[in-house]
């Protein structure tokens, strides 16, 4: 591995061996707005740009565990038409599932490792899983996904978007949370709720 990543970026990502020390790293990078389009950064320009959001985030995330002697696992948490879909990066302590996130949100963010199951690790993000109008848009969530399957095209070591790394995540098999008549009947947040969501840590 250290003779695939450049010695200083390995030795920053070294450094990260335990997922609140790679949590505490990205919670201090800010947001990457993308304010000349779209992007996708790989770790390594997330780490010359000290920059990233959050599929960019939680591939940096995955990378730093790998190095830790961990599973590079990503899920992807996907909303209705009212909201953007979110990913993070997966860890399991001691048997149990927790996620390392990078958000400007106070809700989407770390979970420590308490969650018997996937599924129950992504309901914590439901109730909070809100927009401006209160309204609850998670809906699915998707299966693990390794990114040592993506081992031949470079994403560790390149400086090119990974796009084709979101494009697989929409792409894997994905779980319901919810069925039509849950849906109908969900109570939108109330006014303080939805005020504390809006609340962002970089201003845009």
């Not at 010359?48 to 696992?73: D, F, W």
């Not at 996907?78 to 993070?88: E, G, I, L, S």
């Not at 031949?152 to 994905?174: A, G």
């Not at 849906?183 to 840590?201: M, P, S, V, Y």
Request: hydrophobic share 40%.
């Amino acid at each position: 591995m250290k003779n695939i990543i450049p010695i200083a970026e390995f030795k920053i990502l070294k450094k990260l061996n335990s997922p609140t020390k790679i949590q505490d790293f990205l919670d201090q990078m800010p947001i990457n707005f993308e304010p000349n389009g779209d992007t996708c950064m790989s770790p390594m320009s997330v780490l010359k740009n000290n920059t990233c959001h959050c599929i960019e985030g939680a591939v940096l995330a995955a990378l730093a565990l790998r190095l830790a002697g961990e599973q590079p696992l990503l899920l992807d948490l996907t909303a209705n038409k009212n909201d953007f879909d979110h990913v993070v990066a997966l860890f399991k302590k001691y048997g149990k599932w927790g996620a390392i996130s990078k958000t400007n949100h106070a809700a989407l963010r770390y979970r420590e490792p308490i969650y018997n199951s996937i599924r129950e690790l992504v309901m914590s993000y439901f109730h909070e899983y809100t927009d401006k109008f209160g309204r609850k848009n998670l809906r699915s969530y998707s299966l693990p996904v390794n990114l040592k399957r993506f081992d031949k095209l470079d994403w560790m070591n390149t400086t090119d978007d990974v796009f084709y790394i979101p494009e697989y995540l929409v792409e894997v098999k994905h779980f319901k949370l919810l069925n039509t008549q849950q849906i109908r009947n969900l109570r939108k947040a109330d006014h303080f709720e939805t005020k504390i969501g809006q609340i962002t840590e970089w201003p845009e």
